[in-house]
């Protein structure tokens, strides 16, 4: 490993600007004490209002800005970018899953990879910049996404120098064009799967379920591939007791139809014990009103409550101070939820159905677990006979908080992930990539 100032290149959607990708400030810690120096470079933001740059007090952490200011070609750089792009495109189209859909969109992909044509030259001149060397420089895409595309393409027309790529891999990014069928929607595409495989040196995908389906598809990649697994930090134990009037059940996510939050009243409908809702996370009027309706009517003696989208510190407040008899999630789909895991990090049982990641931190020992198309009625007797039962309570309440201290503390989690990443400028796992 060379003697220099060691750097680390997060290649994200938009993070530091933005209001997604939340999940980095838990891993941000971790990274710039491993890594002299932390590079964010954002392949879908077009524009970097410094206003809106979240991490720009925090000291050796600065942002690469690789769709800004003017890129002029002339026209024999042109005419390399067209037969670049173009290759790439076709390349796509004979080896991708998504033959029929990448060329159908066309029109909206080869313009995309010219932008990344641009941020791949940006990317060139932030390299000079930094005095970026490959012997003490890690590439880490957030996500199995566009920026290996960029880099595949800096890699091929700029740089001499062959950077280290590693990649997480979440939801979406991991299934691709099944994804679609997952969300059950026609126009979901998320494109140039085989160019990402091709250049990327290791995925750290975050879930067992991911890993499996990734192995079963791409099995030529079986070596590039790994799990290393999100987490939650330690915030302690909620300091209040049970013993309220109602049972308290918790709802967290978006209000949108795969979350199927208007199931939550189908199932309280049958249930003996009486029940305060609380749901957590933005929720626009209309389906306010449309799941306190249903709350009303087919739950008299129950209520609901929205506390909105309450933040990192917020969230923790909440567990801290409120009893939650039930933590639920009844999604169609989920990837692997963070939500689950802020849960069990409380030692709150908790109700999931068997989608994709949730049977990885939801089981019978620390909760309920129930098929997706699952009856509301048969899933109210089985919340009913836990609630009558302190102890199995308390013992699922136990495992919960166990699954979170043996599997998804950020604490361990992290330290080994930044670990693992300044551990690819070894000379032997460099070697092995050449």
């Known amino acids: 490993m060379s003697s220099e100032p060691t750097t680390c290149v997060i290649f994200t959607k938009n993070f530091p600007y ?15 004490q491993t890594f002299d120096r932390v590079l964010f470079a954002p392949t879908d933001e077009f524009k970097y209002p410094e206003s809106g740059n979240r991490v720009k007090d925090m000291p050796g952490i600065e942002v690469i800005k690789l769709n800004a200011g003017v890129f002029n070609l002339d026209s024999k750089e042109r005419m390399k970018r067209e037969k670049m792009v173009v290759g790439l495109f076709l390349r796509e189209l004979v080896k991708s899953r998504e033959k029929f859909n ?10 995309r990879l010219r932008q990344l044509y641009k941020g791949a030259h940006l990317l060139g001149e932030a390299v000079n910049r930094y005095n970026l060397k490959n012997t003490d420089t890690v590439f880490y895409h957030y996500w199995f996404y566009n920026g290996l595309v960029l880099t595949r393409i800096f890699h091929k027309v700029i740089s001499e120098q062959r950077f280290v790529n590693i ?5 979406g990014d991991v299934y691709h064009s099944d994804f679609r069928k997952m969300q059950e929607e026609k126009d979901v595409i998320i494109p140039f799967e085989q160019i990402k495989w091709e250049e990327v040196d290791k995925v750290h995908v ?14 030529q990649y079986r070596k590039k591939m790994t799990i290393s697994r999100l987490g939650v930090f330690d ?19 978006t209000v949108g139809k795969k979350k199927r939050l208007n199931l939550i009243p189908e199932i309280v409908h049958f249930m003996k014990f009486r029940v305060k809702w609380i749901h957590i996370g933005d929720a626009n009027p209309e389906s306010r009103e449309i799941l306190t309706h249903l709350m009303n009517t087919k739950c008299p003696g129950s209520e609901i409550e929205f506390t909105g989208f309450l933040k990192g ?3 923790v407040r909440f ?28 030692g709150i049982p908790m109700l999931a159905t068997t989608t994709t990641g949730n049977p990885e931190i939801v089981n019978e020992e620390n909760g309920l677990l129930v098929p997706v198309d699952f009856n509301p009625e048969v899933v109210a007797h089985r919340i009913d006979t836990l609630f009558s039962d302190v102890e199995a309570s308390k013992k699922k309440s136990l495992a919960a908080r166990k699954m979170f201290e043996t599997t998804y503390n950020a604490d361990v989690n992290y330290a080994v992930f ?17």
């Open 167 to 171: 990649a997480r891999a979440h939801s």
């Open 206 to 219: 975050i879930s067992s379920h991911g890993f499996n389906y990734l192995l079963a598809h791409f099995p």
């Open 313 to 315: 510190n917020d969230l």
């Open 319 to 346: 567990y801290k101070e409120n009893h939650v008899d039930l933590f639920a999630n009844v999604s169609s789909f989920e990837g692997i939820p963070v939500t689950l895991m802020d849960a069990a990090s409380f």
């Open 235 to 253: 915030n302690g134990l909620p300091i209040s007791d049970g013993g309220q009037e109602r049972k308290v059940i918790v709802t967290c996510s």
């Open 18 to 32: 933005g209001l997604m990708e939340n999940y980095l400030f838990g891993e941000l810690p971790f990274l710039s």
């Open 102 to 111: 990448h060329g159908k969109r066309w029109k909206h992909l080869l313009p």
């Open 418 to 434: 930044a670990a693992a990443l300044l551990s690819y400028l070894k000379k032997d796992f460099q070697k092995k990539q050449s």
